[in-house]
Nanobody
Framework: QVQLVESGGGSVQAGGSLRLACVASGYTRSHNYMAWFRQAPGEEREGVAAIYTPGSSTIYADSVQGRFTISQDIAKNTVYLQMNTLKPEDTAMYYC??????????????????WGQGTQVTVSS
């Protein structure tokens, strides 16, 4: 049973920083991609950042490029999302995802096999 558990969310003022963590367990083989998504109330879930775990290449949504950094600690089965210069529009529930369903899919699409429960990020102005 694959489990993804997110942590690190909270409330912060605009311009501040947070670091999210996603711990993966119950996996018997390597993932291909892991990613962070977010969903604000009334909005669709959107891809924020993804990492190709075998090689550590990364991809970001335009809205967070230069402010957010995705990274991994393979020994700890953990993926991080460092979020700097946060804006009120970054307020959302943030979800971790693992295993892009097909290797030719967009890594920032929602086509992942496994999802965490989410952690709330609130940025006040």
């Amino acid at each position: 049973q694959v489990q993804l558990v997110e942590s690190g969310g909270g409330s912060v003022q605009a311009g501040g920083s947070l670091r999210l963590a996603c711990v993966a367990s119950g996996y018997t083989r390597s993932h291909n991609y892991m990613a962070w998504f977010r969903q604000a109330p009334g909005e669709e879930r959107e891809g924020v950042a993804a990492i190709y775990t075998p090689g550590s290449s990364t991809i970001y949504a335009d809205s967070v490029q230069g402010r957010f950094t995705i990274s991994q600690d393979i020994a700890k089965n953990t993926v991080y999302l460092q979020m700097n210069t946060l804006k009120p529009e970054d307020t959302a529930m943030y979800y971790c995802a693992a295993d892009l369903s097909r290797s030719d899919y967009d890594p920032l699409s929602v086509d992942y096999d496994y999802w965490g429960q989410g952690t709330q990020v609130t940025v006040s102005s």
